[in-house]
């Protein structure tokens, strides 16, 4: 993936960064990140995209569709790859995805977007989501796998209370175990059916915060698996992921309920853990009363 | 009592038509109508030295919109390409929102002796094509009745479109 700074993307446009800066208020577009030192880091094909349609183009904004509709075309390729078995074209229509984007936006735009238009399309309980569920939870731990080992201080627990892979919420929860792991966060990710022994998996991981994500398992199992680990390590802030907002009886007083959106919760969970609140009390030492369990019964 | 001979038709020498000299074409921009000089134009690009939220299209001097003027481009499917500045706040919309909707989202024919839309729709497809000339065409905006507006209709490019210029 290749990223331009502010002043290459506008002189690959031909205007000025004041220009390239007034076209991402205006029109949303080129999207562009953030390095750390906070500095807008456009992405290589999205620019490239800009510059092939403005030649033709009849105004900023046809341009700008234009460029969003051929990005957008790699999605509907790995639709089509997915619907119709092929796990290498799959690979293939992802791999043209990750030219022009980031993996995080890559996995938001194209990727999640798909499965939710298979699951839309042929159901959860056909063979097409089938294959698409266990190819794209097959990317994305490939692609947490080689993360670069984390760089902050901070861990999360995710307790997955999916049902499995062919749970609509399962590729969700692994975008978002995927999005920490590439933020530099110590993901440890385990079902909330696993309750013996959880604590001292989060005794041995410092946990800072803990994440419950997936909305299979009933509120009295999470809240077990949610107990066992404040037994060890004390009380410690909850977030709450695709729980379900229309639950009757989640009271998430005194929890995080994150986006629903991978990219939103990795941001909110990254404020979270950067919050003094959570920095000045690792788990080691943070043994305060306890508070998600009354919240999360 | 006309004559068999006199209902013939014969053929006739007659003097050349006055070729009509060609309108001159200009340069604006689709947002923000300014006229640029074609020599101050960076080489390469067609963004809008002036507001940079527009491209520089031509079309004949005498339909060219004023600086700051109402205009719309459209393609030949009748959908928006472009909105100027004006036609935005004068239509109560925003470019980014209304690219790609069809024409008459925003504007409606509003012509007393016009029965529907063809006539609208007609000359903004003909513009489209790249035919030369000028058609006008009475037009209110879509939400709104008891406004008339002129709208002068013809072609513009460098891709062929027609831009309506509300007068």
């Known amino acids: 993936m290749r990223y331009l700074k502010t002043s290459e993307a506008a002189a690959l446009l031909n205007v000025s960064p004041n220009t390239l800066r007034a076209w991402e208020r205006r029109f949303g577009f080129p999207k562009p990140q ?264 | 009592m006309r004559t068999a001979r006199a209902g013939r038709p014969a053929l006739r020498l007659v003097a050349p038509l006055e070729s009509e000299a060609p309108a001159p074409l200009v340069l604006f921009c689709s947002h923000c109508g300014t006229r640029p000089v074609p020599s101050a134009l960076p080489t390469g690009s067609r963004v809008c030295g002036s507001c940079g939220l527009g491209l520089i299209l031509e079309s004949r001097a005498d339909v060219a919109p004023d600086v700051g003027g109402a205009f719309l481009v459209l393609d030949r499917s009748l959908a928006v390409c472009a909105v100027s500045r004006a036609a935005e706040e004068l239509l109560d919309t925003s470019e980014p929102d209304a690219v790609n909707r069809h024409v008459t989202d925003l504007l409606m024919p509003a012509g007393a002796e016009e029965t529907g839309g063809e006539s609208l729709s007609a000359s903004v497809v003909w513009a489209a094509r790249g035919d030369g000339g000028i058609r006008t065409a009475v037009v209110r905006p879509a939400n709104t009745f008891g406004i008339r507006l002129t709208a002068r209709i013809a072609s513009c490019g460098p891709s062929p479109a027609a831009l309506l210029v509300l007068d």
């Open chain 1, 34 to 297: 953030r390095s750390p030192g906070k500095h807008r880091l456009f992405t290589h094909g999205e620019v490239a995209a800009l510059r092939d349609a403005l030649q033709e183009g009849l105004s900023i904004s046809s341009a700008i569709s234009r460029a969003r509709e051929g990005l957008a075309a790699d999605a509907n390729s790995l639709v089509g790859a997915l619907a119709s078995y092929e796990s290498e074209r799959a690979d293939t229509a992802i791999e043209a995805a990750l030219a022009l984007r980031s993996v995080e936006r890559s996995v938001e735009e194209v990727l999640l977007p798909t499965l939710d238009e298979i699951s839309r399309r042929y159901g959860v309980e056909s063979a097409a989501w089938a294959f698409a569920a266990h190819w794209a939870t097959d990317w994305l731990r490939r692609a947490i796998r080689l993360t670069p080992p984390p760089i902050r201080l901070v861990s999360i627990v995710i307790g997955d209370a999916s049902r499995d892979e062919l749970d609509r919420d399962a590729p969700y929860i692994r975008a978002l175990e995927l999005f920490c792991v590439r933020a530099g966060i110590k993901v440890l990710s385990l079902s909330a059916r696993g309750v013996a022994g959880i604590g001292d998996a989060a005794t041995v991981h410092r946990t800072n915060l803990v994440v419950v994500a997936g909305g299979h398992l009933d509120d009295d199992t999470v809240a077990r698996w949610a107990y066992a680990i404040r037994l060890a390590v004390g009380a410690m802030p909850l977030a709450i992921y695709r729980r379900g907002a229309e639950r009757p009886r989640v009271r998430p007083t005194g929890t995080t309920v994150l986006p629903s959106g991978a990219g939103d919760a990795q941001r909110t969970l990254l404020e979270l853990l950067e919050s003094d609140q959570v920095a000045a009390h690792p788990s080691a030492e943070y043994r305060s009363p306890p508070r998600f369990a009354r919240g999360n019964r």
